[in-house]
């Protein structure tokens, strides 16, 4: 199958949305994908087979607690009828050459426990598992409590994916933390707070539980480091 990987257009966003809804099982929003692709500050690239979107990645950046530079591989889909002849890989690979391009410290992608294809994927095209395992709990229910300004910046990440614009809360696990993810929610007019934990950590599952998160699943961190792409 002949496609050109190109950045994506914001006329590609019903394209993109349709995929993306096919592929994860819930519905996205071609008009929030539209307004993510027209603010400049993803990094989205479709795979086009001779006019249609037959695959499209996401990109972002964010910063560490320790203020490196992170590139966010997000999202990742390829139409069930162009699967396996290598235009995930072809989506990745650019990535990983923007990922080198942008002198970030590491590109990294968070992937279900059981998604094999992603993984075998991953494998592929030089991304490292990290062997950890972690739940991954959302809130969808914002209400604010707290005051943002009372927790490290770092530890509150303000992210703008094709699916959600939300908050992923990163180190140790307080009440304060959630309460300030959930103020800076509402500032940012964000709908959804992430939320990574050991799973055999109980009290920061009952916090979660009892601030209206609900698990989503289980998942590994898979990162590169730029220049390592064996192919
Ligand atoms: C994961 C996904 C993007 C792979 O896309 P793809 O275009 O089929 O992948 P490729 O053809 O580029 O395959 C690249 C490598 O991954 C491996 N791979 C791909 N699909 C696989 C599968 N179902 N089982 C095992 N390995 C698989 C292949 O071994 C291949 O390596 P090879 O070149 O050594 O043969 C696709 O299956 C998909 O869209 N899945 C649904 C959405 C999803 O889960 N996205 C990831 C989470 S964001």
Redesign the pocket.
């Given at each position: 199958m002949k496609a050109i990987i190109r950045p994506a257009l914001s006329g590609d966003s019903a394209a993109i949305a349709g995929l993306a809804t096919t592929?994860?099982g819930h519905a996205y929003d071609p008009g929030h994908i539209r307004q993510v692709l027209q603010s400049g500050r993803n990094y989205t690239l479709v795979a086009d087979c001779a006019g249609t979107v037959c695959?499209f990645a996401d990109c972002f950046l964010t910063r560490s607690s320790g203020g490196q530079l992170r590139l966010e591989f997000d999202?990742?889909?390829?139409a069930a009828s162009?699967?396996?002849?290598?235009?995930?890989?072809?989506l990745v690979r650019v990535c990983n050459r923007m990922a080198q391009s942008l002198r970030v410290y590491q590109a990294r992608a968070l992937?279900r426990i059981e998604?094999?294809?992603?993984q075998?994927?991953m494998t592929?095209c030089g991304y490292k598992q990290c062997p950890r395992r972690f739940g991954l709990y959302v809130c969808d229910d914002i209400t604010a409590t707290g005051k943002a300004s009372a927790i490290p910046v770092d530890n509150l990440v303000s992210v703008n994916t094709l699916g959600y614009r939300g908050i992923w809360i990163e180190g140790h696990l307080t009440v304060e933390m959630i309460q300030a993810a959930m103020a800076r929610a509402q500032a940012n007019d964000a709908h959804t707070i992430g939320a990574l934990i050991n799973e055999t950590d109980s009290p920061a599952r009952e916090l979660l539980i009892d601030n209206g998160f609900s698990k989503v699943g289980d998942y590994q961190w898979w990162t590169f480091t730029p220049g390592s792409d064996p192919s």
């Open positions: 592929s994860f695959g999202l990742l889909a390829v162009a699967r396996g002849v290598g235009l995930g890989a072809s992937v998604n094999a294809a992603m075998a994927l592929r």
